[in-house]
């Protein structure tokens, strides 16, 4: 069961908007169980559960839509997470909008992003076979980006296109090795396209 807040607000200056924000959850596991049928492919069997657990999260955001010229746009933004499972992270996104025209877009974008350690992966199951691995850090991506868009009025702006490359980092990939006994960060990977 998950609960929480979230509020934002949207403040317009001479030039532009800046977005603040915050929000907070609880993560409330109440019941779990794991039925395989390994043993003779034919009756089910249910495994240990995990045990009943809370954990909260919480975070503040802020963001910049600046306007440096007519047709160019700075956008730009902070997040800083905090879970009571790992601690801090501290994410920034940063991106150069030009717009020449109309309908065509051009954006050069560098953001931050983690995915935060599942509970199932940190907490013991003997019914899977591993143990408590609390000392997980989240994974993390540094993603750059190169975009161009075009719509197209001759089609009365229902036909556009858009090209992007990219180039991913990530970075304390979370796995279980062969042999291991616990999840742990350990993998890199970049990608691109």
């Given at each position: 069961m998950r609960t929480g807040i979230e509020y934002s607000a949207a403040i317009d200056h001479k030039n532009g908007t800046v977005i603040v924000g915050f929000q907070t959850e609880a993560f409330?596991?109440?019941?779990?169980k794991i039925e395989t049928s390994f043993d003779d492919n034919t009756t089910l069997k249910t495994k240990q559960e995990l045990p009943e657990d809370t954990e909260w999260l919480g975070a503040v955001y802020v963001q910049e839509k600046y306007n440096l010229l007519q047709n160019l746009?700075?956008?730009?933004?902070?997040r800083l997470d905090h879970y009571e499972a790992f601690g801090n992270s501290l994410n920034p996104r940063i991106a150069l909008?030009?717009?020449p025209f109309a309908k065509f877009y051009a954006k050069a974008v560098y953001a931050r992003a983690f995915q935060a350690p599942t509970y199932f992966y940190r907490k013991e199951n003997q019914g899977l076979g591993y143990g408590a691995a609390a000392e997980l850090e989240p994974e993390k991506m540094?993603?750059?980006q190169l975009s161009f868009e075009n719509w197209f009025p001759q089609f009365n702006d229902i036909g556009w296109a858009r090209i992007t490359f990219f180039y991913n980092h990530l970075t304390d990939l979370i796995?279980?090795?062969?042999?291991a006994s616990t999840y742990m960060n350990f993998e890199k990977m970049t990608t691109e396209g």
């Open positions: 409330r596991l109440l019941d779990s746009i700075l956008n730009g933004g902070l909008i030009y717009n540094d993603t750059y796995s279980k090795p062969a042999g």
